[in-house]
Nanobody
């Protein structure tokens, strides 16, 4: 079994910042691309950022310059440093990861349960 657990969400004022973390655990062989997505009420889930095992990154258009994704391969953890948060950034933030299991060559996509980020004064 593989689990992804997010942390670091909460309530923040406009202009503030938060650092989200997502740790993978379980029968992990290799972790490939890791990413963050978000979903606001009534909206579709959208890309926030992704990072490859080698550190290549991609960002959603509205996050460029404000959010930074990083990872610590030794800790099987991906981070999302957010800044200049605005009310429209309010959403549940989910992490995902492509993971090859310890005893399998198959790559499977796993999702965490999400962490709530609320931006409000």
């Amino acid at each position: 079994q593989v689990q992804l657990v997010e942390s670091g969400g909460g309530l923040v004022q406009p202009g503030g910042s938060l650092r989200l973390s997502c740790a993978a655990s379980g029968s992990i062989g290799t972790i490939g691309v890791m990413g963050w997505y978000r979903q606001a009420p009534g909206n579709q889930r959208e890309l926030v950022a992704t990072i490859s095992g080698g550190g290549s990154t991609t960002y959603g258009d509205s996050m460029k310059g404000r959010f930074t994704i990083s990872r610590d391969n030794a800790k099987s953890t991906v981070y999302l440093q957010t800044s200049s948060l605005q009310p429209e950034d309010t959403a549940v933030y989910y992490c995902n990861a492509y993971i090859q299991g310890t005893y399998s060559s198959r790559w499977l996509l796993y999702w965490g349960r999400g962490t709530q980020v609320t931006v409000s004064s």
